[in-house]
């Protein structure tokens, strides 16, 4: 009989990968775009505006933002379960006190606590640990955690929308709040630092190739700002676009899940696609994919339409995150790689509020969703510049794979 695997043996990293992958699927799912399915009955129920319901969702990444980069200090200094453990509390506590909110001030002060304590534990404190326990390789099991997320983000807004259309939003935040306990809570105990001797050669190969921290975190920060800006239209307003086109209800988030189901394998393959070529050049292939298809959805009249075409633009989408997290970890020092991803991921999350919010203020303004979609080919067009600036400059500077 064998014995189970334990933190000493390097089969046990892969339950790692695979506890984080469920870890941000079901927290990120929730709070990245997890309230997409709740726009237009919220809108219906208070009647609030379009910008103001999205709001909702934007404070919640504006909290991971700010609470991303305080976080990631903090899993730098004590163990990243504990900080989970308060994160997976926090998130669900969160999620079943928004079922009993009757004001806009309410939603906004719950998802903001829920961004900042939960999503900012949940995040770039995992990625830093996953990326901890692999010495090569690092881009492939980012990849497939990072998959996980894909996953969530496309499950939760298809399961809330059947549950709201069943039982009624206010039971649906009640469900998910449960169920975020039963699930994160013990999922985060698993997440256990890496052996000393994998960070230190982690460590030992990032600072030998990499230029000082002080130079590549402001350029990172700012191309990340233009990707989510741009990734973050689809996410929150393919659901409402598809209900005004195509004149259907819960349905309209199935286009959205086979998007972020597609995600998963774009994430897996420019994760491995980083360990082959370089993180910056697999980001920039994936970010060049997801710009020139954005515009595409406010082209689309039919259902069938949707189907098809968000698979194709959702593999590249899915890209993009696993470019940006591997890109950060080959850029950072190992001993500060938690602060580090927490301050490049807080512009990615302030990007996601923005562009979460724009979609929905020029939805108001027109009527209409194509300046939504064409203010995020705009914000990808300038995440592309500075990544290949980014590239290029590296390039000239390190004898390294960029």
């Known amino acids: ?11 046990f990293r892969w339950i790692i990968v695979s506890a984080a992958a469920l870890l941000l699927g079901i927290a990120m799912g929730t709070l990245v775009n997890g309230l997409s399915a709740f726009l237009v009955p919220l809108e219906m129920h208070f009647g609030w505006d379009r910008a103001e319901t999205a709001a909702i969702n934007s ?62 534990a949940l995040f770039a404190p995992v990625i830093a640990l996953v990326g901890g326990w692999f010495r ?15 996953l969530g983000q496309g499950m ?43 960070t230190s050669v982690a460590g030992q190969a990032s600072s030998a190739a990499t230029p000082s921290p002080k130079i590549i975190l402001p350029a990172l920060s700012i191309a990340v700002l233009g990707c989510c800006t741009g990734m973050a239209v689809p996410l929150m307003h393919l659901v409402p676009l598809i209900q005004g086109v195509c004149g259907v209800g819960a349905e309209a988030g199935g286009p959205l899940l086979v998007m972020l189901i ?24 994936a970010t060049a994919w997801q710009t020139a298809l954005m515009i595409g959805f406010v082209f689309l009249g039919t259902m069938q339409a949707f189907w098809l075409f968000a698979p194709l633009y959702g593999f590249g989408y899915g890209g993009v995150m696993t ?27 302030f990007g996601h509020a923005l562009g979460g919010w724009q979609g ?12 939504t979609y064409a203010n995020a080919v705009l914000a990808g067009l300038l995440n592309l510049v500075i990544v290949g600036t980014i590239w290029f400059t590296l390039r000239q500077r390190a004898h390294v794979q960029v």
């Open 360 to 371: 929905g203020l020029f939805y108001d303004l027109t009527a209409s969703y194509f300046w």
């Open 59 to 120: 404070t919640g990444l504006i909290g991971i933002a700010i609470g991303g980069i305080l976080m990631g200090f903090l899993a730098d200094r004590i163990a990243t379960r504990v900080v989970c453990l308060i994160g997976a509390a926090t998130l669900s506590s969160a999620l079943l006190l928004a079922a009993r909110a009757d004001e806009l001030w309410q939603f906004y002060t719950l998802f903001f606590v829920a961004g900042a304590v939960g999503g900012g």
């Open 156 to 198: 939760v807004p298809f399961v809330a929308g059947h549950l709201i259309q069943a039982a009624g939003w206010q039971n649906a935040f009640t469900i998910i709040g449960a169920f975020a306990a039963l699930t994160l809570l013990p999922l985060s105990l698993l997440m256990i630092q890496p052996p000393q001797d994998a």
């Open 136 to 150: 090569t390789g690092a881009g492939l099991a980012i990849g497939i955690a990072s998959a996980g997320q894909g």
């Open 262 to 285: 597609a995600a998963i394998g774009g994430r897996i393959f420019f994760g491995r696609l980083s360990d082959m070529i370089g993180p910056v050049r697999a980001w920039m292939t």
């Open 323 to 349: 470019g940006v997290l591997v890109t950060v970890r080959a850029l950072t020092p190992a001993a500060r790689r938690a602060s580090a991803t927490g301050i490049v991921l807080a512009f990615g999350w």
């Open 1 to 11: 009989m064998t014995s189970a695997i334990t933190p000493n043996q390097p089969g």
